[in-house]
């Protein structure tokens, strides 16, 4: 520490030797730097903030009724996106700072000067925002900052409509689209309901239905089954009745005989088809069976009486017994030929059901697939109806009534003082640079021309054995011509301290005066 002491008064010492060359320096220093912050361009910088009040009245009221947008966020990003070219194209155009450009080289420039020294910032708090510019000119920063405040509130709102007329040509395009489809679902439905009529109208009762007409054909069948037993066995009870007793032989001619019995059994039948009309249709199975085999008796008794000959077994027929046996049969052939009919129609019936009962899970398969298509569509449709109705709502809101508010807090003022440079401060710094820059010329002297102040630097640096020193013994003269420069130093570093301080209270004076 001592070592390190002694070195700095050594060099102290060897600088004080140039003194005059460190107060040259120092003044050289101080004069250009003084000069060059006086002759620096004074910047004025504009200013405005504004205020976006975005509590409307009308948004709790149309709540649920209209879209309500993030105003908050779209004011946020307008703020950050404001500064592009195309709005500052605009900007000169507004600000006239276009007068002066000839070619695109020099708009290019001064767009890219206006990007770096325009600034819109938050101002502390929620949606207050300042918007600043500097430049020579106060008036026109003012006129540049006025364009952008103005761009900045149309900017904002005009965004905002934009977005919402966009809005609603979209919905507009998907209702098309959307009743196209509606279209289309309510057509292929109605086809398919058309198509399938029976089916959906029966649903789910084919199963039992199939199970009733399965028991009623089984009945039915069981009955066929039964007048056949029983005709078969009026057949084998007529073939074993082969003798004709003599009684009943006469002159009565076949004709006649089979007349009879053919008489006989189509009143047998007729009166069964009294009894059946009068529960049944014309329709009935059995009565259309019984139609038919009378028909074909009435047929049969036309080609006997042409023929008219003799039967041999005039006298059987006429037997009171055989007569009824054969009316029996012919009663037990109608019955079989109905019952066949009845089992035919019963049995077409079941044949059909089946069919339906197996289509019936694909159809409502098909079904639910259509009707589930239908209604996604139809309520997509209804959710676009909807959503137009809000769009449309709240355009006439945001053109009728003001979503957003914009109030200027303080409009676009340039204030009397310049923004940069700041002088004062720059002069003391300049005050500061001379006074260090002198000290570093005498020190830079001093190592130029390097001097021995006392033994032991000259005993290190040579590494020789100092014998002994001489003192320089000073004169009068000499003792009052260093008292003299030593007075003359002071004076001028007296003089550049009062020409500091002089310039600092002319700066003072001129910032009052414009103040």
Known sequence: ?????????????AAWRY?????????????????????????????????????SVLRPLLAGLTVQPNVEQMVAMMSQTLINRPNLEKVIRMADMDIGIKTSEEQAQLITRLTRELSIKSAGRENLYTIA??????????????????LFMEGTLGDQRKDSEAARRFIDEQLKIYNQKLVTAENAVTEFRRRHMSILAGGRDYYSRLVEEQANLNQVILGLKEAENSRDAIKKQLESDTEIPPSLLGDRNTDEGGNLEIDARIQSLEQKLDVLRLNYTEQHPDIVAIVRTVARLREQKKAEAKLRKPSPRVAQAQDPVHQQLTVSLASAEANVAAMKARVAEYDKRYNELKAMANAVPQVDAEYTQLTRDYEVTKRNYESLLSRRESAEITGHMETRARVMDFRVVDPPQVPSLPKTPNRRLLMSLVLLAALGGGLGGALLISQIRPTFNDERRLREVSGLQVLGTVVMAWTDAQKARRARGLVALLISFASLLSAYAAIMVARSDCVEGLG
């Open 1 to 13: 520490m001592h070592e390190l002491a002694e070195q700095l008064l050594s060099q102290v010492k």
């Open 133 to 150: 510019y500097n430049n020579r000119n106060p008036q026109e920063a003012k006129r540049v900052v006025q364009s952008l405040l103005t």
């Open 19 to 55: 003194r005059w060359y460190a107060m040259f320096f120092a003044w050289i220093i101080a004069l250009g730097g003084w000069t060059a912050v006086y002759l620096m361009p004074d910047r004025y910088e504009a200013s405005a903030r504004v205020y976006v009040d975005t509590q």
